[in-house]
């Protein structure tokens, strides 16, 4: 399923999220941030999907064994993104909706895994039983919409939104959240929820250094 008719609401789990990021038919909290800022730039964006970035995909696969769930990844035995041969197959792996990674951003990315679960509070939050991880949420209000928080408790009462970063310290994830519209996104899912079960629930960032 790449999207839901109008009037048609729903949550779906185990939906691939490359799935879930290609729908045009619905608007996500990205869309609606990029349309407050351009319409038109949210226009082009649509029409253009965003090619390989490197840094996008060591922040995608920390988010994925982090978290526990995402896009397989590809690990590519190469120095670098040079030669013919790793190109192809970096290649190969996108275009079967894994994510693509060379031997030392695996081991960068495990690392990254490891402090997260190290970590004294973020790590019991990560191994917390029944948790619900990255539910698509379908659901009309005005516009067709769609959701997909990272994690969340079972009963709903709390959400958690992983983030990488460059630098995760207070002062400088407050001007992030400032610069991408953070807080839209946050509220943006605290309906979604409320929308499905009623609930207004809390919510938090877990923010992480990728180096």
């Excluded at 397989?72 to 894994?98: F, Q, Y």
């Excluded at 790590?123 to 029944?130: Q, Y």
Aim: net charge negative; hydrophobic share 40%.
């Amino acid at each position: 399923m790449t999207h839901l008719l109008p009037g048609v609401e729903g949550v779906v789990e185990d939906l691939p999220d490359r799935v879930y990021h290609s729908d045009v038919e619905t608007l996500s909290s990205t869309g609606a941030r990029k349309i407050l800022h351009s319409p038109t730039r949210f226009k082009w964006d649509l029409d253009h999907p965003t090619p390989y970035k490197r840094q996008y995909e060591i922040g995608h696969a920390a988010h994925t064994l982090v978290l526990g769930t995402g896009s397989d990844i590809e690990v590519i035995d190469a120095s670098d993104w040079r030669a013919t041969d790793a190109r192809a197959a970096r290649d190969h792996a996108l275009a079967h909706g894994k994510t693509p990674l060379l031997s030392k951003e695996f081991e960068q990315v495990s690392a990254v895994r490891d402090a997260a679960l190290a970590h004294d509070v973020v790590g019991p939050l990560l191994r917390r039983d029944a948790l619900v991880r990255e539910a698509s949420m379908f659901w009309v209000t005005g516009a067709a919409c769609r959701a997909r928080p990272d994690l969340a408790t079972a009963d709903w009462s709390l959400v958690v939104d992983y983030k990488t970063t460059t630098d995760a310290s207070p002062s400088a994830f407050m001007k992030t959240v400032g610069t991408y519209w953070y807080h839209c996104q946050q509220s943006w899912y605290q309906d979604a929820i409320k929308h499905f079960t009623g609930n207004d629930p809390m919510f938090v960032f877990v923010v992480q250094e990728k180096d």
